[in-house]
């Protein structure tokens, strides 16, 4: 029960951050905050395809600097992205961690 209460807080953390923090307090753009969404929707899928972690599964355990080093990767090597696009998926998170800390 612990577990799920965790899975629950995180997934709240990251829709208050998506559309409390960037989208009203710090007033980003609805373009910005679709970059946002679109990187942490990314390193979901990232997780579910390459390690096994199912949507319902994500948690904070699942932003080990290992899992988010293999991530950009991945990112770089498979998906063929630029290191532009690579950074701005990392600051992504980055700035989703920092909000939750």
Known sequence: MK???SELYFYELLRDFLYKY?????KFS??????YTDSLDQYRIYLKEQKGIPFDKV????FRKDH???FC????D????AISTVNLRL???KSFLRYCS
């Open 3 to 5: 577990n799920r209460k």
């Open 22 to 26: 960037l989208a009203i307090q710090r």
């Open 30 to 35: 609805p373009a910005t905050v679709k970059n």
């Open 59 to 62: 948690g904070f355990h699942c």
């Open 68 to 70: 988010v080093y293999d």
């Open 73 to 76: 990767t991945w990112l770089r």
């Open 78 to 81: 498979d998906q063929s992205k």
């Open 91 to 93: 600051a992504a998170i």
